[in-house]
């Protein structure tokens, strides 16, 4: 069972030594927990946990600022726990997370337009494209509603 859960000093070490070889799209753990950090007065680490072990990060603004929709960030799954659907888990569990919180009725996340993987995750959670992003247009602007 696919469970989220802050990063903290318990789960640390299991976290920063998630295996990612490519950074193709996301970095490594190090990168995403800085951004966290950058990002720490809207936005929250999360160690994506199967049966209580992490096998991949993501950062959620879950305290979106007046104005601003729910939205994730640097989502990846560990390199040799891909493919089990742990990534679709995530996302469904993600959602539900900001269903039940409720401080917004809206997800938006961007998205490389080439990421297949990651697309078919996003539209089966019910994500639409809305537009092109505009500091790149490779890249996927995707709104769902909760
Ligand atoms: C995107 C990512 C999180 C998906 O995680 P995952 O646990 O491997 O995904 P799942 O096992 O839930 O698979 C979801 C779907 O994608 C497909 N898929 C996953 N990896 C794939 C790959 N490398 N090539 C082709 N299809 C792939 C699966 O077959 C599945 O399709 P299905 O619904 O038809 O069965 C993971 O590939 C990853 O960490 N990528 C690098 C970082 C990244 O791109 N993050 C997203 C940024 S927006």
Known sequence: MITLREVDAANFNEVINLKRESFQYVGGPEHVLAEA??????????????????????ILRDRPEEGYPYS???????????????GRAAVEAVMQKFRQERLRGEVEIQVHCQNGPALKIYRSCGFREIRRAQWNADFLVMRAKL
Do not use: E, H
């Not at 950058?38 to 991949?56: E, N």
């Not at 994730?72 to 742990?86: L, S």
């Open 72 to 86: 994730f960030t640097g989502i990846f799954i560990a390199d040799d726990q891909q493919r089990k659907g742990f």
């Open 37 to 58: 950090y950058i990002y720490r007065s809207d936005s929250t680490a999360y160690a994506i946990c199967s049966d209580g072990a992490p096998v991949g990060l993501v």
